[in-house]
């Protein structure tokens, strides 16, 4: 079945009730057949739902469990502190933003969490890293607090480990569109180590109690453009750590009902970014999705926004597009995207 039948035929299936989990155990020494299944399953769940699960994933909990110490830290410092790495004092939207500093959708009063974000940065530190070369519209380096040892290594640590996970990833994307294995490895080098156009946020949602205003979540319904508030941003796809123990993230299905998507013991969620729904014409969903902690106590998530390479252009694959299904969307840099879509988030 090609592509475009398969998204016409989701089009008139029955809305997603739940979320599928993939697994991705010894993905690197599976034979053909099996990949190509695995493909299959990926194309499944990018067609009807635009999220999946991942279990057998390879980042140890060592590293997860080192970068969700180092957030806590972080966000117990006095506002003041937090607030000299303001991300509104950056060109290129990196740093810290504070509660309530965000709005991911226009119908709210603003999101219930505050976050840092950084992008590709060598453990080694280095004063001219050439892989940061072709930003473009997202040039400029990370800023780290001065007063907080071992912040920068810990959650570098996981930013590395879930962009070998990407790595992974990728080639099962390809054979979802029934295309090489190795088609994005020159157009999304962020999984291939050239110039990566990954980011990641660290993120707090403080308790949300008292009256309950609707208006007022931890983050509210939107699209991953690359980064997801840190989304918008324009990613082609998610990777979301979520704290055990805490229902928060939710996914929106056709019949706009809102379905949980909780966390499962040693799973990542994984959710395709605007990216991947402008390169595939729609055949891949960016599906909408928020987050409401009305849990009563804190709650911590690590997304990576996984995106091209900042100077690529969003062309869409040619199987996605036939005359019924023409192109939707006009060509653009991911670069240019990514940046105005940070400038409508925050406002700068």
């Not at 390169?279 to 960016?286: M, Q």
Request: proline share 7%; charged share 25%.
């Amino acid at each position: 079945m090609s592509l475009v039948h398969a998204a016409h035929e989701a089009e008139s299936a029955e809305a997603f009730q739940d979320i599928p989990v993939i697994d991705l155990k010894d993905v690197d020494k599976l034979d053909a057949e099996s990949r190509k299944a695995l493909g299959d399953a990926v194309r499944d769940a990018c067609i009807n739902v635009g999220f999946l699960y991942v279990k057998n994933h390879g980042i140890p909990d060592d590293t997860i469990n080192g970068a969700l110490e180092a957030s806590k830290e972080f966000f117990s410092l006095p506002l003041d502190k937090k607030m000299e790495l303001d991300m509104q004092k950056t060109s290129n939207f990196k740093g810290y933003n504070p509660v309530l500093s965000s709005n991911n959708d226009p119908l709210n009063r603003g999101d219930l969490h505050e976050g840092f974000e950084f992008g590709w940065e060598e453990m080694q530190r280095r004063e001219n890293d050439e892989k940061r070369a072709k930003d473009g519209a997202m040039t400029g380096g990370n800023v780290w607090p001065s007063d907080l040892p071992g912040f920068r290594e810990a959650v570098l640590s996981y930013y590395h480990s879930a962009v070998q996970l990407g790595q992974k990833l990728f080639p099962l994307f390809a054979l979802a569109l029934d295309l090489p294995e190795t088609f994005f490895e020159d157009k999304a080098s962020n999984a291939f180590t050239r110039n990566a156009a990954a980011l990641m946020r660290v993120l707090h949602y403080p308790p949300q109690t008292g009256p309950v205003d609707d208006r007022v979540i931890g983050i509210g319904a939107h699209t991953d453009f690359e980064v997801c508030v840190n989304s918008p941003k324009s990613s082609c796809f998610t990777i979301l750590w979520q704290e055990p123990g805490i229902q928060a993230l939710q996914v929106l299905n056709k019949q706009q009902q809102w379905i949980d998507a909780p966390p499962i013991p040693g799973t990542l969620v994984l959710n395709l970014g605007d990216q991947f729904a402008r390169w595939t014409n729609d055949v891949f969903k960016s599906t909408v999705h928020r987050a409401i902690n009305r849990s009563g106590v804190r709650r911590y998530s690590i997304p990576l926004f996984f995106g091209t390479d900042y100077d690529v252009k969003l062309e869409p694959i040619p199987s996605c597009v036939s005359p019924e299904r023409p192109p939707k969307y006009e060509v653009v840099t991911a670069g240019d995207y990514v940046r105005e879509r940070l400038k409508a988030t925050y406002g700068h």
